[in-house]
């Protein structure tokens, strides 16, 4: 039985993580943890599963939890995550980590805290955004510089960065099919005058607005035709299954930073 805990426990992850947990088989919640001064702190983890009251109380003692688990699964924010990956680290426990908005530096830095231990960190965690990923880097790669690259998603008010790390993640794909560097050619903002489009630039659009759970459009746009990529989430619930395989598959594995094209061999 691989003993997980959910950091993040009262937030809209964190509650649809345990509700996959105790679904899935050869698995079991060890621990929940949230943030010193959380108001869900004590309470029973089962209430924001929507499954009442299931044993495991919420905490707020990072190390307790960690030396509890096999593998913590953690969706939160990226500074949050960084102090949970070196907590696995000191304890070699695995991590899988699905928060969003890292900074290339943070990005590095994460991998440098999982040498020593195994440790997942992807964007999104559902099959189909992991196939488009996949689909993405043909596509790019067929059709060349001939076509505009623009990418737009769309979430919930509720969401804190922006772009969302699965649109930046499929900006990066299509920009090494491309031979360009994603960080130089994003353009994250028109206005006024802004000029022409320039042939390399990749433009990346975000919607916000009322419940939307997550879309993605990869928009190829040439004279006369265009393709479009699209991802639609209708709820949380393969996020949160995708990241109980996450941990089922990391643990045990060689330490190490990897993503979910590992986890469903997609490589
Ligand atoms: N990889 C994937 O497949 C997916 C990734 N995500 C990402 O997961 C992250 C979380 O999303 P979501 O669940 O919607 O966000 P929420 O804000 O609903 O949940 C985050 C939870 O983490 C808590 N938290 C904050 N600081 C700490 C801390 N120091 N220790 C423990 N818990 C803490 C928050 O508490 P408080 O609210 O009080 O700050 C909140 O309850 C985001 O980055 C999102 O982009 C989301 C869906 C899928
Ligand atoms: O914050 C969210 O909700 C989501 N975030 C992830 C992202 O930023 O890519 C994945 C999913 O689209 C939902």
Same mark, same amino acid.
């Given at each position: 039985m691989i003993k997980i805990a959910v950091c993040g426990a009262a937030g809209r992850m964190g509650g649809r993580i345990i509700a996959a947990i105790k679904e899935a088989e050869g698995v079991e919640l060890s621990g929940a943890l949230e943030r @010193?001064?959380?108001?869900?702190?004590?309470?029973?983890?089962?209430f924001n599963a929507g499954?009442?009251?299931?044993?495991v109380a919420i905490s707020d003692d990072l190390n307790v939890v960690v030396d509890g688990c096999d593998a913590l699964i953690d969706f939160t924010a990226p500074k949050v995550s960084l102090k949970n990956l070196e907590a696995c680290a000191l304890k070699r426990k695995s991590i899988v980590i699905g928060s969003t908005g890292f900074t290339p530096e943070e990005r590095a830095l994460a991998a440098e805290l999982a040498k020593d231990i195994p440790a997942v960190l992807a964007p999104n965690m559902s099959v189909g955004v992991n196939v488009c990923f996949k689909v993405l880097k043909d596509v790019a790669r067929t059709l060349g510089d001939n076509f505009d690259v623009e990418i737009v998603e769309l979430h919930h008010?509720?969401?804190?960065?922006? @772009?969302s790390g699965t649109a930046v993640r499929m900006g990066e794909v299509v920009a090494e099919a491309l031979g360009r560097d994603y960080n130089e050619v994003a353009n994250y903002h028109r206005e006024g005058i802004c000029g022409e489009r320039t042939r390399e630039e990749i433009g990346m659009q975000t919607v916000r607005g009322g419940d939307i759970v997550g879309e993605h459009t990869v928009y190829f746009i040439g004279m006369g035709e265009r393709i479009e990529i699209s991802h639609r989430a209708m709820s949380r619930d393969m996020f949160s299954r995708g990241s109980v395989r996450a941990a089922q598959w990391v643990v045990g594995k060689a330490p190490g930073l990897y993503d979910m094209q590992d986890v469903l061999g997609l490589r």
């Open positions: @010193p001064g959380h108001p869900m702190v004590g309470q029973d983890a089962g499954l009442g009251a299931i044993g008010n509720k969401k804190k960065d922006s @772009p």
